[in-house]
């Protein structure tokens, strides 16, 4: 995929909302000093009297943006994920997800690929923390396309939405006329029938490239995107454990609580299958650049090509 | 209302506030009784609210930061008329709209689900930046405790409404002296209050807060207080009204027993024939 266009989500997400101002006079951004890196400056640019800076007070913007979407606006609160889920997570139980407000929490910089910055701004935990939270909808769009639908599905729901985009350019995979993006509903991108991977976010382009090495060995591996952690698209999930029998999930996030705990809660329930979950394995990341890590801790083509061929045998 | 009516309206919350907390078994009326005369005279009298139209576009909002003090909201509410006083028993009762802290989503009146200290105020800062954005007129006022300006998501709220220039934000602190583990300055003294809201770009009123005379110039003030948001530190007396919950913080978060009760309706009764029978 050497020559595929690469765009970072974090970029959707601020040409997204810029994107959408005109048609939702009532969308509103909000971010704690970091307009800069969440890109939520394209939006500034366009909109400066629908963009609020907070200072750097995340658990503040989180209320306000609460008040704000009492009086009707459709409240965008930015920043990293590590502050926009992680210091703020009983801001948006509470002032958020208990009175089930229509605030979107636009989350960048997820993950290992932070890359420099190290261990403390790389959040592996946010997918588990918001996904305890009663009525959120969690999405974690795979690519540019995907980000930006996901951005204008959010607006067009009522209710709480946690959206986790990427500091790093991943490949657009997409880009393709039929491409219908769905709240809840997952995307089957690969037949297959010996083992069914299931991945999110960047690992979607590293389970298609994995698919593409198993298929030489002769195994053929069923590829699904599942964008939104919740609700989770348990028909999907379950109609492929079904046929294959084994399932392995992907994730730039710790396997416990997130994308993987997701398909085990669902097939552990009503259809139990052997399943593998490659993801951070309960530790903290490090600093390296992006490529590096995804490298290191086995989230690119390679790494989940191996896990997956030693699962399979 | 004048001074009179604003009383006697006061001792009925207080009444409802000792009642629904009996009934509950628990909750906070140590902090519900020292913030009724501000109930009161928002509910009755400062704010722009209709009680048949409790989601009515441009009503004034009231946000309660110190939520733990939600029987004094929900007196007031229903002492207004939002909803049947005969129901203010079943708080926090199984079933009962009147959760133990203010859930927007049950209770007729409430704009802002409130609890966990610190949050309530940034949701209102939220509210008054709406109204500046739409150049609405409606103002919002919130009410904080004064144990819980410890929480420093207090100060990022009012360092955001003091750059903001919302001067159609009211910060009312309840400061009766008392926390759950004792004296406020004996415990993380958050002395002087004043001085820190000056600091952080408001106008600030020191004022009496179960003084109504006090309590009406102060919103009047506040009101005619241009490119600033307004503090009120209002200086209260925990449990005001019933003689043995006066002053004492064992009476933060507990519920009166049947004799307790009895002998506090009575203290309420004496001042309501003091001020001339119940309205």
């Known amino acids: ?313 | 209302m004048n001074k009179l009516e604003l009383q006697k309206a006061a001792n009925e919350v207080r009444k409802g506030i000792v009642t629904a907390v009996h009934g509950a078994k628990a909750g906070h009326p140590g902090g519900s009784l020292s913030a009724a005369d501000i109930f009161t005279y928002l509910y009755f009298e400062e704010m722009n609210i209709d009680p048949k139209d409790p989601k009515k576009a441009d009503r004034d909002r009231f946000v309660l930061s110190k939520g733990h003090t939600a029987p004094g909201l929900y007196s007031v509410l229903a002492n207004r008329g939002y909803f049947p006083v005969a129901d203010l028993p079943t708080l926090r009762h199984l079933g009962s709209y009147l959760q133990g802290h203010p859930c927007m989503q049950e209770t007729p009146g409430v704009d802002m689900s409130s609890g966990s200290l610190g949050q309530g105020i940034s949701a209102a800062v939220g509210m008054a930046l709406a109204a500046k954005m739409d150049n609405k007129s409606y103002r919002t006022y919130t009410l904080l405790g004064d144990g819980e300006i410890q929480e420093g998501q207090v100060w990022e709220a009012s360092m955001f409404a003091g750059h903001r220039k919302l001067d159609n934000l009211v910060v009312i602190v309840d400061n009766n002296g008392l926390q759950i583990d004792g004296k406020i300055d004996d415990v993380c003294s958050p002395y002087p209050i004043d001085k820190k809201f000056e600091a952080f770009n408001f106008h600030v009123i020191n004022i009496d807060g179960n003084d109504f005379d006090q309590i009406d110039a102060a919103f009047k003030e506040a009101k005619a207080t241009k490119g600033m948001p307004t503090a009120i530190i209002a200086k209260t007396v925990k449990g005001k009204g019933v003689s043995f919950m006066e002053n004492n913080a064992g009476w933060h978060g507990k519920a009166p027993n049947d004799e307790e009760y009895a002998t506090a309706m009575a203290d309420l009764e004496k001042i309501g024939r003091e001020l001339g029978g119940a309205n």
């Open chain 1, 1 to 313: 995929m050497a020559d595929v266009k690469k765009v970072a989500t974090r970029e959707s997400y601020g040409n997204a909302l810029a994107e959408c101002g005109a048609e939702f006079p009532d969308l509103v951004v909000l971010d704690a000093d970091l307009a800069g890196a969440t890109k939520t400056g394209v939006f500034k640019k366009a909109f400066p009297d629908r963009h609020i800076d907070c200072g750097i007070a995340e658990c503040n913007m989180t209320g306000i943006a609460a008040g704000l979407s009492t009086c009707g606006k459709i409240p965008f609160i930015s920043s990293f994920a590590m502050f926009a889920a992680g210091r703020n997570f009983e801001q948006v139980r509470n002032s958020i997800g208990y009175p089930h407000l229509n605030v979107k929490i636009g989350a960048t910089h997820a993950g290992i690929t932070v890359g420099e910055d190290g261990a403390t701004h790389q959040c592996n935990e946010d997918i588990a923390l918001m996904r305890t939270i009663p009525g959120m909808t969690v999405i974690v769009p795979s690519d540019d396309v995907e980000a930006k639908a996901a951005v204008r599905a959010a607006i067009e729901m009522t209710g709480p939405v946690y959206l986790r985009f990427g500091r790093a350019a991943v490949p657009v995979i997409n880009d393709r006329p039929d491409y219908k993006f769905e709240i809840g509903k997952g995307v089957l991108l690969r037949e297959g029938k010996d083992v069914t991977i299931i991945a999110s976010g960047i690992t979607v382009a590293s389970a298609l490239d994995a698919a593409e090495m198993l298929a030489k060995d002769g195994i053929d591996a069923e590829v699904i995107n599942i964008h939104t952690i919740k609700p989770l698209d348990e028909e999907l999930v379950l109609a492929s454990a079904k046929k294959t029998g084994k399932v392995v999930t992907a994730e730039e996030h710790t396997v416990i609580g997130g994308l993987g705990s997701a398909v085990c809660d669902c097939l552990s329930e009503k259809h139990p299958t052997p399943v593998l979950r490659i993801g951070m394995q309960d530790r903290f990341g490090e600093s390296g650049t992006a490529n590096e890590l995804v490298e290191k801790y086995g989230l690119d083509g390679k790494g989940i090509y191996e896990k997956v061929k030693g699962f399979v045998k």
